[in-house]
T-cell receptor
Framework: GESVGLHLPTLSVQEGDNSIINCAYS??????FIWYKQESGKGPQFIID?????DKRQGQRVTVLLNKTVKHLSLQIAATQPGDSAVYFC?????????????FGQGTILTVHP | GAGVSQSPSNKVTEKGKDVELRCDPI?????LYWYRQRLGQGLEFLIY????????KSGLPSDRFSAERTGESVSTLTIQRTQQEDSAVYLC??????????????FGEGSRLTVL
């Protein structure tokens, strides 16, 4: 899971394995959640999103799970590849007019070994 | 270009000087956001522009920070009397706005600001 401070959680996996990255969010009023991927020296890149009326959403090789009871979000990456190595951020939005006004978690570093 | 463009990519300044950071959003994107990212941390929301509406400035950390946007085009983030704690990467993002694909922000590569 994600934590406060400079020591980001890390996850190391072998190429081909499945990866699961976890996130605990804070605002029970949040109704929209997003995962972003950030490679070194680049801006974050959108991966997948989910609204609070869903508990699961699938994309290409990625699945997001939402458990509103315990305010937990996870990102599953199937058949992880070296190109998936990056920092992954979860973000939440409490709705209203500013849907892109997001609160980001601290990030998890994913390292994929060939 | 096709993506969000930011300049300068790197800026080193002395404490007390003013800096301006520029963002060119994706053409047709009505919403524009500024975020700040300190080393090893997540992004902090600063300000949001949507069309001709009044901007949401709720994330600006002090009155030394301001931003402007010309119509649905270029935005400038200005930091006056810079302090060392302002050192960070400043990221601009744009989106289509509204609720469709609401969280799908398209980020630039950021402007890295170092205040000596």
């Amino acid at each position: 899971g994600e934590s406060v401070g400079l020591h980001l959680p890390t996850l190391s996996v072998q190429e081909g394995d499945n990866s699961i990255i976890n996130c605990a969010y804070s605002n029970s009023a949040s109704d929209y959640f997003i995962w972003y991927k950030q490679e070194s020296g680049k801006g974050p890149q959108f991966i997948i999103d989910i609204r609070s009326n869903m508990d699961k959403r699938q994309g290409q090789r990625v699945t997001v799970l939402l458990n509103k009871t315990v305010k937990h979000l996870s990102l599953q990456i199937a058949a992880t590849q070296p190109g998936d190595s990056a920092v992954y951020f979860c973000a939440e939005n409490a709705g209203g007019t500013s849907y892109g006004k997001l609160t980001f978690g601290q990030g998890t570093i994913l390292t994929v070994h060939p | 270009g096709a993506g969000v463009s930011q300049s300068p990519s790197n800026k080193v300044t002395e404490k007390g000087k003013d800096v301006e950071l520029r963002c060119d959003p994706i053409s047709g994107h009505t919403a524009l956001y500024w975020y700040r990212q300190r080393l090893g941390q997540g992004l902090e929301f600063l300000i949001y522009f949507q069309g001709n509406s009044a901007p949401d400035k709720s994330g600006l950390p002090s009155d030394r920070f301001s931003a402007e946007r010309t119509g649905e085009s270029v935005s400038t983030l200005t930091i006056q009397r810079t302090q060392q704690e302002d050192s960070a990467v400043y990221l601009c993002a744009s989106s289509l706005g509204g609720t469709s694909g609401a969280g799908e922000l398209f980020f630039g590569e950021g402007s890295r600001l170092t205040v000596l």
